[in-house]
């Protein structure tokens, strides 16, 4: 069994979301409770899209299901956006080399117009929100 939370920070901001601005969403395996996968962001406001700063993978035994929770949490961050008012959109400030690569595929996502690295080697990548 998998479940999805914030970290104990921004636990206490649920009850106003505007104020969250720095979080990590994560996937847990309760069973043998390990984090499966987990994804730093960062949030100015409801105009602007979620900022993924790192993506945290498994690269073990759990491999597979550490795919799957990086998509549900890639998932949960556009749903968010938009239950915010915002674009739905996300921006990843890839550090470049295979983490970049590993941010194009398998998680679909794509240079952004003119995007400027933000990070040494690195790009800025974007995702449109989900088309259903």
Known sequence: MRTCGLSA??????????????????????????VIAAIAFHYEGPSDPFL?????????????????????LKRCLHLFSLALGGPGSLLYDAPGGAQEARARSPYEFKDAPRGLARQPGGRLLTQPPPDD
């Open 52 to 72: 993924v700063r790192a993506i945290a993978e498994r690269r073990d035994a759990h491999e597979l299901a550490s795919e799957g929770c990086v998509h549900a």
């Open 9 to 34: 920070r921004e636990n206490s901001s649920i009850s106003n979301p505007a104020k969250v601005e720095d979080g990590v969403l994560f996937c847990v395996d309760l069973v043998e409770d390990l």
